[in-house]
């Protein structure tokens, strides 16, 4: 069984050694919720960045609040998205605009609405990467949990619709992404920023056998279904968890506070 390792770097400092040679190129996602506090750390890990719709208003409302001691200005011409992407109903026409002279790329894709703003965005991006690049690529997605439940669930489904494509949803207090099926997966746990509480749900279907180590509830075998038993407010122990399963499950895990 092929293994698939997993780690939150995105949520620990830029070091030069990971900017010569990062083991995984990362793009972002900013769609229309409240930023994180650690935005500004996320947009540095993310060589590729994409507003979907309302998002652009995120970025240009809420970056200067994140860094305060800073000149609202310089902040904004210096975080400016690669493109903005989605059916354009929820970006302001100012906030359009200042990004439109700055360079930024606008792909107003109103007449699709069958599909949401960050699916759009996640499509863009893998668009632009080319299929050598596309098994490295990570897409950091801010403002993607909390909130609306419709598009909450939403964010979730594009998970399982790019279940080929690395995703994470993040908020300010955790972060979820797809474990495939069928895969040997290792996820590495940073607990200066991350855990200690987690969970494994099946997404899609059942889970007729799941096996884990490294957590306090540990899986051994177990069948999992909505309905039934799913692994919510588990404890991450160790510095690694280990998770293999039949179906797709969702990883989560709480991000700490500072
Ligand atoms: N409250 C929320 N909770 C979770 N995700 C959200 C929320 N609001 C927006 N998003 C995400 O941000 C993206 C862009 O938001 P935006 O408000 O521009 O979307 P929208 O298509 O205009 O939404 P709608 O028309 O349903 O209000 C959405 O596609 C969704 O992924
Ligand atoms: C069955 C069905 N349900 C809802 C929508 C509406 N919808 C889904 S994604 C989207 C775009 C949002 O930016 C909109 C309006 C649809 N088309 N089909």
């Given amino acids: 069984m092929e293994s698939l390792s997993h780690s939150s770097t995105f949520l620990l400092p830029v070091t030069p050694p990971e900017k010569n040679?990062?083991?995984?190129?990362?793009?972002?996602?900013?769609?229309?919720?409240?930023?994180?506090?650690?935005?500004?750390?996320?947009?540095?890990?993310?060589?590729?960045?994409?507003?979907?719709?309302?998002?652009?208003?995120?970025?240009?409302?809420?970056?200067?609040?994140?860094?305060?001691?800073?000149?609202?200005?310089?902040?904004?011409?210096?975080?400016?998205?690669?493109?903005?992407?989605?059916?354009?109903?929820?970006?302001?026409?100012e906030v359009l605009d200042f990004y439109k002279v700055l360079g930024t790329e606008i792909i107003?894709?109103?007449?699709?609405?069958?599909?949401?703003?960050?699916?759009?965005?996640?499509?863009?991006?893998?668009?632009?990467?080319?299929?050598?690049?596309k098994s490295s690529l990570r897409i950091l997605?801010?403002?993607?949990?909390?909130?609306r439940f419709d598009h909450e669930i939403g964010n979730i489904n594009v998970l399982c619709r790019f279940s080929d494509t690395r995703i994470i949803l993040l908020s300010d207090d955790c972060l979820v992404h797809l474990l495939p099926m069928n895969y040997h997966h290792k996820i590495y746990i940073h607990s200066s920023v991350e855990g200690p509480h987690c969970g494994l749900i099946p997404i899609g279907m059942p889970s007729g056998s799941s096996t884990t180590t490294g957590l306090k509830w540990d899986l051994n075998e177990t069948k999992m279904k909505f309905g039934g038993l799913v692994s919510t407010s588990n404890i991450v122990e160790g510095d690694v968890v280990t998770v293999q399963s039949d179906s797709d499950l969702l990883w989560t895990i709480s991000i700490k506070k500072p």
């Avoid at 970025?59 to 975080?79: I, Q």
């Avoid at 997605?141 to 909130?147: D, Q």
Wanted: hydrophobic fraction near 35%.
């Fill in 141 to 147: 997605v801010t403002g993607a949990l909390g909130g």
């Fill in 21 to 93: 040679r990062p083991p995984l190129s990362n793009a972002l996602v900013i769609l229309n919720q409240r930023l994180p506090r650690f935005a500004s750390l996320l947009w540095e890990h993310a060589p590729i960045r994409v507003c979907a719709d309302g998002g652009a208003n995120r970025l240009y409302d809420e970056m200067p609040l994140l860094l305060p001691h800073e000149d609202a200005s310089h902040v904004r011409t210096r975080y400016v998205p690669d493109a903005i992407k989605g059916d354009m109903d929820s970006i302001r026409s």
């Fill in 108 to 133: 107003d894709e109103s007449h699709d609405q069958d599909t949401t703003d960050l699916h759009k965005s996640v499509a863009y991006i893998r668009d632009c990467t080319s299929d050598t690049d």
